[in-house]
């Protein structure tokens, strides 16, 4: 119980150390016997494409043969693909920002392929993959970030949430959910994404609290990307973010999140404790965040150049293609990724070209369910006023 | 009709709508075995379960946002804020996610959500526990904010808050929670008046005074001492603080000329300042004086045993009437 | 004099502060290395180190309540809001905590805090981007509540809210951060005007156009233009939000008898709804004609491509100010 | 990492079970091996008084004889005695509220004893003990209960803040304190109060990441009175509080908070590490409230006499009175005690009686620290309203 001082490591893959906080105060790390050992990150494909064991999840990735692993290679190369083409359309000037998923596609395609269609995802503004694995159409991926509309597709559609902003809130929307699940005695699952900056977030504690409490059919995935903006995981946590889960009953694993085998199966893993009604479980997924944190950021102020060759090293695309370059796979699920991409960016373009921007009077749409005079008289007002234009200029407002 | 306190006809607002719909369930803290720390919710969890009367751990900010997930999910939750002072940990969630779902989902989410709260001051308690933050949700778009002043309404506005799609802040005057009247449990919600309508109290013809919760009865009671005057005073009870029937307001201040806010809460930017600068731009040539507000102090609610010279009282009513009159100050000269 | 963006004011301001006074912090969310996402505490990190320029960890509650400590043991925090959308989280800390200490205390802890926002619209920012929340702290008594809209203001105020010994929700609109003014970097903050006054920033005769922020500058526009058609608009920065520096609107109001307000946010229970009932409990027998409002519409803000609609511009400030002049209208007839 | 069922006991001080949670959802513990053991309770004083060792505490408690013994108790019954005329004023009418501190006298009076006098306390409403340990005088703890005043004394003097209504909030003025002292080099550490229904708050476990990012010297104390108002702690968490902190990277113990050696040991523990620059440190001390929330409150709507009565066999100063009896030490603390009782009861019912309202005015004062032009002007108007009644009722207002 008491604390002993490990020394940190520079593996950011073992421990959360702080190498861009330069406070005295947060420098040295504290580990805690309670907390599951740092190095202990599951993995069954390692960097080099060596398809590794593991007690936990062995028993479930025993049918992600070949073919399967080919499906997610195409997966996340597409994915990839898609963000590339959103940070182009940025460029160019047809989206106001776009936040870059490069890096992640494993943890996301894994976690969303491991779902039933109708588990219901809860995720930030980075989970790209989930998106385009749940069948998002281009104009999804376009009119939200070029500013034309916040909710570009009907949540009950892909079962999933609107992607949140507010960092952590929602968390607690995917336990309420869950707790809805369980009262309708469906067999769903909620699914919270989030990043190791949300863990930090009072919302994201009492998401555990509640899901722990209420025993709720959530899993709750944490995409550890090494930073939160400028801000490095050590800052957040000395420890593995994955060690908070227990201490409110939630079971959790720390997996490799570039592995997509390792994120399947912790998915499934975690799935199926929820949904057979054994109550939450907790993903904490090790990535990299390869891009920026935003098209607006500026990632050379905080992190080396070092730092980011390195984890492209442990890019989670290369060690799934050198696998399926050894089985003669890659070439096909290339291709059918690249066409895929193709479509799919062409029709991104497509969408960002042909994008109509609403008229004035949508501003007021949609503000409440049912009729609202306080909402009436102020379309009158403004479609009074717009009209008087229209009358002095013949409609160029 | 039966006679009910206030807290008695929400109780049975509340077990009339949970009967009525089983997507609707009661949330908070110790709403379960104890009823609620008010008794609202008494004797509903061994009527309908613990699944539909859920005693929440101690987060506000999580029991809204749970709501939040469980109207996703198609239920109409209905959640208790113990008091007025411990909705602020779940402001976060009420902001941005409640009163902005329905807009940024372009229809597609529907929160029906209702947040009770048990609301305002004058009843000697600690801090935290007086406060009137109703302002707060009325400057938000998205949100309805309704306040009620009688059980009849406790029992009718409770059931229409529930069964609205729109999200609805419903706020309970602890003050007369053991007040009683006659309430027609049978009624049909649909022949009630609708949630956004103003009521007007008494007719009167030399001064509107509008008003909302505890405070309706303090007008009323302004009103019959100045009818000893000579003064008729047509008091109005907001009923809904957003939006506000402007309908009401306007039609009784142009007959008036004259008008009065009072509300406990702070006088800054709060409702009573949105009420005199909506009249004032929409009668202005009707109006005879200035209208004049009277208020909270802008002071954090101040300890029990000063308190009542922070709420407005039937003095300070009438010295505002008096204002509004042009007829010098009854007491104090008010500049 | 050094001509300065309204951002590098700030950054000026903030260093000078912290070089002045070793008790003042600046902490936030990415201040370190990165300098804040809009870069306003760029290079203070190294200057002053680690442990007066604090990355905190992402959690806005606790930077600010944690701010609240450190100003009970005699620190004087600076806390960086990343977006005005996300002060929310931390709504409670500062209403209940914040706002209340020194009451709560009868004096005997002082909350010396500085709570900057970046703020407001009109960037084509995601949502939770341009929010405008400045009414909610201003119906909060306890806190002092400022916004600037030029870089002189950005850097004597700045250093002035920190040098108060009360709490300042300080306000940066974020459309403004690259316009550039002249900023005497040496004028001693005792000599300039103090933080509660407001500033006629341009004499006129007709109308009064009261705004602060980023409208400051379109209200200008909106008064060269009316110029043009033989209107003359006197413009007042408010500065101050709370306490209003009524005498300076008053004044104004007088001399001109009419009074356009104007504002990004929500109109129901906003900032402009506090001028107009105010000015018209002050002065209402030297108005001319019912105040007006040019306000955000009462609806969440609106997505990037729309926000244009939402916002005060040149022609809705006219159009509200051929109301107040009983014109008619320039463009269309609002009711 | 997979978890495993536990039956749950009924023995509140080894499993937060849910006795009064009616919800299937809530009623299977789920314990896990990373949280410390359900049944480690450190003790050192048994109920039967037997001293008992501990191998962590042990160090901390050598210097408690028999003479200090005889001081703690007395402190206790003291503390005690002060609850019973505060219960007593408040129901005759001299106070809007009370709110009993009756069995947590061993955890109020051991933390607080641990300390430096300039170790600064940040409580809740229910830290009567720390308070009069800390020289509160009795119209401290009669002015704000009465509702004259929030705030009865100097912070400064006592180093205590004014207690805390908002659920879980001062932890974090807490963390933000002991930021502080890291700042001056300072040796005082911050000491956070709380309640076991505080722990679901956002605010605490944000308090607990910033004090172990920061390595602040601060020390978490969580009463775990097994209530919160009518919610068992079980509702909180179906595992013990104590193992909520090693995952923040907080190092904790779980110590019997009837216990006033293990209480007093215990703190002396996580002072040192506090104090010696090794960051936060937690407690969560099992104990219960044998009263009601409040004066305002009825217990016999939500627990069992049963409960109650087991748990009177527990008290905190029966124990310490067994002890102290055998050694014939006893009568003159307890002497000692009721002679101090008396003199400050007395002077408790002295502040209420004479206790006088300020005047109307002061409701205006001390809201800003610095003049402010809308006060000023609310203070000027109530002021000219005030006089018209003095002049018409000569100044019965
Ligand atoms: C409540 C809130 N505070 C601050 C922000 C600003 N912000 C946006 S993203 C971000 C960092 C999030 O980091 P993390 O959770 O690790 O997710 P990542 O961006 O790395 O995927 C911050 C601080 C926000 N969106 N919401
Ligand atoms: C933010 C907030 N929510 C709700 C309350 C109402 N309330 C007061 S005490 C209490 C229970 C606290 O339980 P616990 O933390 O265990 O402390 P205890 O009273 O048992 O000492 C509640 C819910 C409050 N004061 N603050
Ligand atoms: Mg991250
Ligand atoms: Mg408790």
């Known amino acids: ?397 | 009709m039966t006679e009910l306190t206030l807290a008695k006809a929400l109780t049975a607002g509340l077990g009339q709508a949970l009967a009525d719909d089983d997507r609707v369930l009661v949330m908070g803290e110790d709403v379960g075995a104890l009823g609620g720390v008010f008794r609202i919710t008494d004797g509903l969890q061994s009527r309908f379960g613990a699944t539909r009367v859920v005693d929440t751990p101690l987060a506000e900010s999580a029991i809204v946002g749970t709501a939040v997930g469980l109207a996703m999910r198609g239920f109409r939750p209905v959640v208790e804020i113990q008091f007025d002072g411990f909705v602020y940990p779940a402001f976060d969630q009420i902001v941005c996610q409640v009163a902005k779902l329905h807009y940024r989902t372009r229809g597609a989410v529907k929160m029906p959500l209702t947040i009770r709260i048990p609301w305002a001051g004058g009843v000697g308690a600690a801090e935290h526990h007086s406060e009137s933050p109703e302002a707060y949700f009325v400057h938000t778009a998205g949100l309805r904010v309704v306040a009620v002043s009688n059980p009849q309404d406790a029992y009718t506005m409770l059931r229409q808050a529930i069964a609205s799609d729109d999200p609805v802040v419903f706020f309970e005057p602890k003050r007369l929670y053991h007040s009683k009247g006659e309430v027609d449990l049978d009624a049909d919600i649909a022949d009630a008046a609708p949630l956004g309508v103003a009521r007007v109290v008494r007719r009167g013809t030399d001064v509107t005074l509008v008003t909302y919760g505890a405070q309706v009865q303090v007008a009323l009671d302004a009103a019959t001492a100045a009818e000893d005057e000579g003064v008729s005073i047509e008091v109005i009870d907001l009923r809904s603080l957003s939006p506000v029937d402007y309908r009401t307001v306007t039609a009784s201040v142009r007959s008036t000329g004259r008008l009065v806010v009072a509300h406990e809460a702070a006088r800054e930017a709060g409702v009573g300042a949105e009420i005199i600068a909506s009249v004032t731009e929409q009668c202005f040539e009707y109006l005879e004086a200035a209208p004049q507000r009277v208020t909270g102090f802008d002071i954090p609610y101040p300890p029990a045993k000063l308190e009542r010279h922070h709420l407005p009282d039937l003095d300070r009513i009438l010295d505002a009437v008096d204002r509004v009159l042009g007829r010098g100050h009854r007491a104090g000269v008010t500049s």
Chains 1, 4 share one sequence.
């Open chain 1, 1 to 397: 119980m008491t604390s002993t001082v490990n020394p940190s490591t520079a593996d950011p893959t073992t421990a959360n150390t702080s190498p861009a906080n330069a406070s005295p105060a947060n420098a040295e790390a504290r580990p805690d016997p309670h907390a599951p050992a740092a190095g202990d990150l599951a993995q069954l494909l390692s960097p080099d494409g060596e398809r590794g064991a593991h007690p936990l999840l062995d028993d479930w990735a025993g049918d992600i043969d070949d073919t399967r692993l080919a499906g997610l290679y195409r997966d996340m190369l597409l994915v990839r693909r898609i963000d590339a083409a959103g940070v182009a359309l940025q460029r160019q000037g047809q989206l106001g920002l776009w936040a870059p998923a490069e890096g992640q596609e494993a943890v996301q395609i894994g976690i969303t392929r491991a779902c039933h269609d109708d588990d219901f995802f809860f995720t930030s503004y980075r989970e790209l993959g989930v998106l385009v694995a749940r069948g998002a159409r281009p104009a999804d991926l376009v009119l939200g970030w070029r500013g034309e509309v916040f909710g570009t597709f009907d949540p009950y559609d892909l079962h999933v949430a609107t992607p949140q902003i507010i960092i952590g809130a929602q968390t607690l929307h995917a336990v309420g959910y869950a707790m809805g699940v369980q009262r309708d005695g469906g067999d769903q699952v909620a699914v919270a994404c989030f990043g190791d900056g949300a863990t930090s977030q009072g919302d994201v504690s009492e998401a555990m609290v509640f899901a722990a409490s209420f025993g709720a059919p959530v899993v709750f995935v944490c995409s550890n990307n090494q930073w939160a903006i400028s801000e490095p995981v050590g800052l957040q946590s000395h420890l593995p973010l994955a060690g908070r889960a227990p201490g409110f009953g939630i079971p959790s694993v720390r997996v490799d999140g570039n592995d997509v085998i390792a994120c399947t199966a912790a998915m499934r893993w975690a799935l199926d404790h929820a949904r057979s009604g054994r109550g939450p479980a907790y993903i904490e997924a090790v990535t990299y965040r390869l891009g920026p944190h935003t098209t607006s950021d500026d990632p050379t102020r905080y992190r080396s150049a070092d730092e980011v060759a390195l984890w492209r090293t442990r890019d989670p695309l290369l060690r799934v293609a050198g696998v399926l370059r050894e089985r003669g796979l890659l070439e096909a699920a290339e291709a059918e990724a690249e066409q895929a991409a193709a479509e799919f960016t062409a029709g991104m373009r497509r969408a960002a070209l042909e994008a109509t921007t609403r008229p004035p009077l949508a501003v007021l749409d949609d503000v409440y369910a049912e009729p609202h005079t306080g909402i009436d008289r102020q379309r009158e007002q403004f479609s009074a006023y717009l009209e008087g234009f229209a009358d002095d200029e013949e409609g160029t407002r």
